[in-house]
């Protein structure tokens, strides 16, 4: 009954975490770019749907550039944040 609700950000978030990867050769192991997936997810609001259409379909161009900017801001702040945690461990 619940299992077509999630969270839209995930996927959208997972996209650009894959995308931004290559400029991160040294963080591309598959549990790190978990790590940034989470990361990037916990600065942004969820917004949980049933069906990915519905949820695009609402929103105006405005917000879906708004939506993207927020994605891609998190994305690149959580690589950094993750980049600066690996090298801190390295250095023990």
Excluded: W
Excluded at 22 to 37: P, R
Excluded at 57 to 75: C, D, G, K, P, W
């Amino acid at each position: 009954m619940f299992e077509t609700i999630h969270n839209h950000q995930e996927r959208a978030v997972l996209d650009a975490v894959i995308a931004a990867a290559s400029g991160f050769e040294h963080l591309n192991e598959a549990a790190i770019l978990a790590d940034v997936a989470c990361v990037a997810l916990n600065r942004l609001p969820p917004r949980y749907i049933r069906h990915d259409v519905d949820y695009s379909f609402y929103l105006t161009e405005r917000e879906r550039a708004q939506n993207e900017a927020a994605i891609n801001e998190a994305v690149a702040f959580a690589f950094e944040f993750v980049q600066a945690k690996v090298a801190m461990r390295a250095r023990r």
